[in-house]
């Protein structure tokens, strides 16, 4: 009989909330029930808010007896089901509503109006109007019984320990008053039950749940909290009476979440109680209970109240509408799941409930209960029995995909893969969501999709990218395309490749540039590339390009240059050093001068991939292009542009004058006369000066400075630098005649020659603007300079005397000799103690020391005789006494 590890998988025929009940269900009651099952087919779920639960309907057995009879209460174990019925009987059913054979029990006369299971699931107690309490036992009768109470019996307990020997074998009934019983011995043979009554009439007890040591029961007035270990009510919960909705009208549901944790709904009002054990002085000094009961969350809802019970962190309420539909019937229950608050409530989903006949039914006629160690909550209406279930991460995720919520049903079996789906995993979600995404056009996303899904899996990649090609979007998915190891079938990229051809022609060349070569065949593409250009545009620049990249792919590296040379593109470079093509590229070289001149001077420098000679005779008919490279090759490497100088110089002259006289400065490899024929030719005077200078011909020079350049700053520059009187006299005499040219000579020769020269050969008579000025500016010159001679002289004079006196003093200073040091002729001690042996020492200025008796040729001696540097003076000094 034990169920409870069965899986909700036994309920795969039956349909969810929104739903209802299964088609064989629908179809086997249609002629009855046409109305309930167009309810059911309309029955719908907030689409915002995911649901918690699913529902299954209870089946088999359950629905031939409610055909019969009609459901009255519910109680419900871990291993079965007791079902009451208005005709007084008790069924026991599994979990999925069979009937267990031989435990169908006739109880009572009247409709059974609780049913109460022990812990164990060995017995059951019930109670009915017709004042009768039975308790029976499953596996034995020994602790049986059959009450007559003599009135009307709205509800019963067992002790969850009944099936205990020595448990006292305790159930509490509840009429007007609540009445605890436990089994008494009167002899060995003969047994009776003792009744206590707990408390007396508060205006009928409702409802009675037991847990542990605590009774919970609800009356009239308000719910009470028994502890039945220390005989004493913990208090009182009163309820607010409204009179539209009076509390006696209305069954009080009690539910206990744990140990210490009671729910309670009661006509709108729920009310969450927390047992807590007082401090021990507080409640010995005051004689109080030690355990208090405080409410911790107390809310009101929109609905009449039928069941409760706990879903994790969550309630579950059964509620009644508590107004009419429009034609003043009842309208369908619902399953709320409510997150609670001290004060109020966070509705987290609602479920309508298509349950048989619910438009004539009211508040009472529907129960609610909890199988805790599962989380199953059984929906009870006279004519139905529903069983509403937790999600499972499998439904969960279907829930999640039916909604069209993929990217977080992805997300969910990211989290719960491995552990919990049996159903599915996130490549079945995964391609679902991509065909759901292809339906919607969403093709961009599909495409990326893709690349999370289907990872390195070849197979999966080709059967799904088969779907983007019958729809033409293959452009979605190529850049996600596997590469490398993984790549897939070249067939596959060539369909890629030939899309993008016909539709997007700049794409085709982003991928021949990104894409190996090795992924598609390659002389295929080629063939469709040029089959199109001839079809549509020959001269398509994008797809030319693309052709060149193919041709290089080939290996056909003529073709490719050619062409990239034919478009002007400058990735011809990039091919050459990639390819290293430098011997084949003779013939291009004006033509890639011509496409990027910078560039191509720099390849070809580079490490000599093409010589000079190569460059030179190939650039001979383009002087432009020639002056270009030479010129960055003298910059270069000075030694392999020496033959070439004699041109540069032509070429500086023709294309970029302001390098040639730099040029002519700081290289000497050119023959001169032919440079100076050049710049004759062009009348660089300037060049033409420095070119007659160095050939030695510097009056010319100098003509050429004043005649043509009429730069007298220059010339006498010119004739500072070759300090040639000569010169100075033929500038004196070109400029006898330009009186302002005497003026500045005046102002400038005064400190570099006798400025007599220049005064004794002017003219008497000649008109000199600003002579005065510049004859007092000679002779302050002539001054200066005749002072600074002095000057330098007195400073000469004074140096020469001092130096000679610091020469004296050094040489007269003396000089230190240690008791270590030893005569470096004998290699004895300097210095002794016996003066008997003690002779005078000779110090030479290099600090060698002698004795002057191992001296004996002292007055030959010139400098010392270990160094011998030169000549040094001797310092003759007298033995330490």
């Known amino acids: 009989m034990d ?154 307990a067992i002790d969850p320990n009944y099936f205990k020997a020595g448990s006292g074998r305790r159930f509490v009934t509840g009429d007007e008053r609540l009445v605890l019983h436990e089994k008494t011995f009167l002899s060995r043979l003969k047994s009776s039950v003792k009744s206590t009554v707990l408390c007396e009439a508060e205006g009928g007890v409702q409802n009675i749940k037991w847990n542990g040591q605590f009774i919970a029961w609800a009356s009239d007035i308000g719910v009470r909290v028994y502890d039945v270990d220390a005989h004493c009510s913990l208090g009182l919960i009163k309820w607010t009476r409204n009179p539209k909705a009076l509390p006696e009208h209305y069954r009080c549901n009690l539910c206990w ?129 529903v069983v509403a279930i937790p999600y499972d991460a499998d439904d969960r995720v279907q829930w999640l995909m039916e909604h069209g919520k993929y990217e977080t049903a992805m997300q969910a079996v990211t989290e719960l893969e491995g552990r919990n789906l049996k159903k599915y995993n996130l490549l079945k979600v995964g391609r679902a969501y991509l065909d759901h995404l292809l339906s919607q056009n969403k093709f961009e996303e599909a495409g990326k999709l893709c690349l999370k899904i289907l990872g390195k899996d070849k197979q999966l990649w080709e059967e799904e990218v088969f779907k983007f090609a019958r729809q033409q979007q293959l452009r979605a998915v190529s850049q996600y395309l596997p590469n490398g190891d993984n790549a897939l079938d070249p067939h596959i990229y060539e369909m890629v490749l030939y899309e993008y051809l016909k539709i997007d022609p700049q794409g085709f060349l982003r991928l021949v540039k990104e894409w190996s070569p090795t992924l598609y065949n390659v002389p295929a593409v080629v063939n469709a590339v040029l089959e199109h250009l001839l079809v549509n545009d020959k001269d398509n620049v994008v797809l030319l390009e693309a052709l060149a990249i193919l041709y290089s792919h080939e290996k056909k590296y003529d073709k490719s240059m050619a062409m990239y040379l034919k478009l002007r593109h400058k990735d011809v470079f990039k091919l050459i050093h990639k390819y290293n093509l430098y011997t084949s590229i003779h013939d291009m070289i004006e033509g890639l001068m011509d496409l990027d001149a910078e560039q191509a001077i720099n390849m070809f420098l580079e490490k000599d991939r093409v010589s000079s000679e190569v460059v030179v005779s190939h650039l001979e008919s383009n002087q432009l292009y020639l002056y270009l490279y030479l010129d960055a090759l003298e910059k270069k490497d000075v030694e392999a542009s020496k033959k070439y100088h004699g041109k540069l110089v032509r070429l500086y002259a023709e294309f970029d004058r302001e390098k040639l006289l730099p040029f002519l400065r700081r290289r000497d490899q050119y023959p001169i006369q032919e440079a100076l024929n050049i710049c004759h030719e062009r009348s660089f005077y300037p060049e033409m000066v420095y070119l007659l200078d160095r050939m030695g011909n510097t009056k010319d020079a100098l003509v050429l400075i004043m005649q043509e350049l009429q730069d007298i700053d220059h010339a006498i520059t010119f004739c500072k630098e070759h300090d040639d009187l000569e010169l100075w006299q033929d500038l004196i005499t070109y400029s006898l005649n330009q009186p302002e040219f005497i003026t500045f000579l005046l102002q400038k020769i005064g400190t570099y020659i006798d400025p007599r020269i220049l005064i004794q050969k002017i003219e008497n008579g000649l008109k000199i603007e600003g002579l005065q000025n510049s004859l007092v500016k000679m002779m302050q010159d002539y001054n200066l300079q005749v002072s600074v001679q002095e000057g330098c002289k007195k400073i000469l004079v004074t140096d020469y005397f001092n130096l000679h006196k610091k020469l004296v003093g050094l040489q007269q200073r003396g000089i230190s000799i240690d008791d270590d040091q030893v005569c470096g002729a004998c290699h004895r001690k300097i210095i002794v103690k016996d003066l008997s042996h003690a002779s005078k020492v000779i110090v030479f200025f290099c600090k060698h020391t002698f004795h002057e008796d191992c001296l004996p040729t002292l007055g030959l001696l010139e400098s010392c005789v270990i160094c011998k540097p030169g000549k040094n003076d001797l310092v003759t000094a007298s033995p330490r006494k």
């Open 3 to 156: 169920t409870t590890n069965q899986s909700s998988d036994e309920f795969k025929h039956v349909k969810t909330s929104v739903e209802g009940i299964d088609e064989k269900e629908k179809v086997k009651n249609d002629e009855d029930e046409d109305d309930d099952d167009e309810d059911e087919r309309n029955s719908t779920v907030s689409e915002e808010a995911e649901p918690k639960l699913k529902y299954v309907r209870m089946m088999n057995d359950v629905q031939n007896i409610l055909t019969k009879d009609a459901a009255s209460c519910i109680a419900v174990h871990p291993k079965f089901v007791c079902v009451g019925s208005l005709w007084g009987m008790i069924h026991l059913l599994d979990h999925q509503g069979n009937n267990i054979r031989g435990k169908e029990l006739r109880a009572h006369s009247v409709a059974v109006n609780q049913i109460s299971i022990d812990q164990n699931g060995d017995f059951i107690a019930s109670c009915s109007d017709d004042g009768k309490v039975f308790v029976y036992g499953l596996y034995s009768t020994e602790n049986n019984h059959d009450m007559v109470i003599g009135r009307l019996v709205k509800s019963v």
């Open 257 to 385: 979440k744990n140990a210490t944790t009671l729910l309670v709904g009661w006509v709108d009002t729920v009310r969450i109680l927390v047992i807590r054990k007082r401090n021990p002085i507080e409640y010995s000094r005051r004689e109080l209970p030690e355990y208090v009961v405080e409410p911790v969350s107390t809310f009101t809802t929109d609905f009449f109240i039928c069941g409760i019970g706990p879903l994790d962190n969550y309630l579950v309420l059964l509620g009644y509408m508590k107004e009419m539909d429009e034609n003043g019937k009842a309208q369908r229950p619902q399953l709320y799941v409510l997150e609670p608050r001290p004060e109020d409530y966070i509705e987290v989903c609602t479920d309508g409930l298509s349950l048989r006949g619910y438009q004539e039914y009211k508040c009472n006629d529907y129960h609610l209960e909890c199988l805790l160690e599962e989380n199953h909550f059984f929906i009870v209406s006279p004519k139905d029995v």
